[in-house]
């Protein structure tokens, strides 16, 4: 299994900023994830990190908006950028472990983000 | 394209009551599924996952799954629930995109009554 924590857990933020989010994991893992649940809703892949390459986006979102980081195997930033009241949501990162064909993926607390 | 499905967006059950919350997906090839629980406040927590082999698969906090590929279904159950069950459930399958992304369903909310 794998330990993630996420900063900040929450926040209020205005219109027009931005905010990063930072994923720490207790263990070296290859492939990390992130995900956005808006409210009410299922959850939703914004893109796929490896370390030491670009991160790899989901159809709808664009590395203007979201720009990541992964600069090493247990860490990871999202940047939610020029923020609007449609980006409020959780934001979920996710990591890969377990060894095996198909790995299962273990979450992080989520990151409650509120954009006024 | 990979989809998952749970029809039932909100369930309460008595405490002490079984319980069976439903989904179908729909996957080109052999599907790798999973049940997730939300708890208020809290990320997602693994209930239990199929892969291969045996079709009825054990989790954890007392949770089972059956996997139907007939019917393309794979049921969360429990036979007796607790106050403390209540939460959102996802479904999820993997897809074939070459990297394990994991595509959900809209998940459950459930209510369990004293």
């Known amino acids: 299994s794998a330990v993630i924590s996420q900063k900040p857990s929450r926040d209020i933020c205005q219109r027009g900023t931005s905010l990063t989010i930072q994923c720490q994991v207790d263990?070296?893992?290859?492939?990390m994830f992130w995900y956005r649940q808006q409210p009410g809703q299922s959850l939703t892949l914004i893109a796929t990190?490896?370390?030491?390459?670009?991160?790899?986006?989901e159809s709808g979102f664009v590395i203007d908006k979201f720009p990541i980081s992964r600069p090493n195997l247990t860490f990871s930033t999202l940047t939610v950028s020029n923020m609007s009241p449609e980006d409020s949501s959780i934001y979920l990162c996710s990591v890969e472990a377990g060894g095996g064909q198909i790995n299962e993926q273990f979450f992080g607390p989520g990151t409650r983000l509120t954009v006024l | 394209a990979q989809s998952v499905t749970q029809p039932d967006i909100h369930i309460t059950v008595s405490e002490g009551a079984s319980l069976e919350l439903r989904c179908n997906y729909s996957?080109?090839?052999?599907?790798?599924l999973f049940w997730y629980v939300q708890s208020p406040g809290q990320g997602l927590q693994l209930l239990l996952k199929?892969?291969?082999?045996?079709?009825l698969v054990q989790g954890i906090k007392g949770f089972e799954a059956e996997f139907k590929r007939s019917q393309s279904s794979f049921n969360l159950r429990k036979p007796s629930v607790h106050w403390s069950d209540a939460a959102e459930y996802f479904c999820a399958v993997t897809s074939s995109g070459g990297y394990n992304k994991l595509i959900f369903g809209a998940g459950t909310r459930l209510a369990v009554h004293p």
């Open positions: 263990s070296q893992v290859t492939m």
């Open positions: 996957y080109g090839a052999t599907p790798y």
């Open positions: 199929y892969f291969s082999g045996d079709t």
């Open positions: 990190a490896n370390q030491g390459s670009e991160a790899t986006y």
